[in-house]
């Protein structure tokens, strides 16, 4: 008695260029700037509309004082928009970054002393960061752009 096996190498040659895809896509700038892409989006919706760090944690409101000296198109972190119209994803390397060039992005986002002689406290208002929905959309992302590959 015998037993055989055939195997048809076109067959393995459509599976092999199969899985050759999926590893550039997964291995792709495309897949990061995706990725990139994704959060930024959230990060502006969390600035213009959530006003919640990416953890679900309402921001602190402005002071009293503050607050006399905003006007009615201003809300937490969005005076004239110049915060929200910084706001970019990037590419370096195998790492997709998300920020604002804005010298004064980062004391908002971790707070700290600010103003004459430091004489003024801003509260951390994180606006950066992955949020529990942002894993699941840069899931289905990267899932959308790997099926497409095959």
């Known amino acids: 008695m015998q037993v055989g096996l055939e ?3 076109a067959e393995v040659k459509v599976i092999l260029d ?3 895809r999926v590893a550039d896509v997964a291995n792709s ?3 990061l ?3 990139g892409a994704v959060i930024e989006s959230s990060t502006r919706r969390r600035i213009q509309i959530e ?3 990416p953890e679900g944690k309402p921001w602190k409101p402005w002071s009293a004082n503050y607050a006399k000296t905003r006007h009615s198109g201003h809300s937490l972190l ?3 928009g110049d915060l929200l119209d910084t706001i970019f994803h990037d590419v370096d390397g195998d790492a997709a970054v998300i920020g604002s060039p804005l010298v004064y992005a980062a004391i908002h986002q971790f707070g700290g002393e600010a ?3 430091l004489k003024v406290t801003i509260p951390a208002r994180a606006y950066l960061g992955i949020s529990k929905q942002d894993e699941l959309d840069v899931g289905d992302a990267i899932i959308a752009q790997l099926e497409e590959a095959l």
Do not use: W
Request: hydrophobic fraction near 20%; aromatic fraction near 0%.
């Open 51 to 53: 006003k919640q760090t």
């Open 33 to 35: 700037d995706t990725v």
């Open 29 to 31: 700038r495309e897949l």
């Open 78 to 80: 969005s005076g004239h």
């Open 18 to 20: 199969s899985l050759n």
């Open 115 to 117: 103003g004459r002689g």
């Open 7 to 9: 195997v048809d190498s």
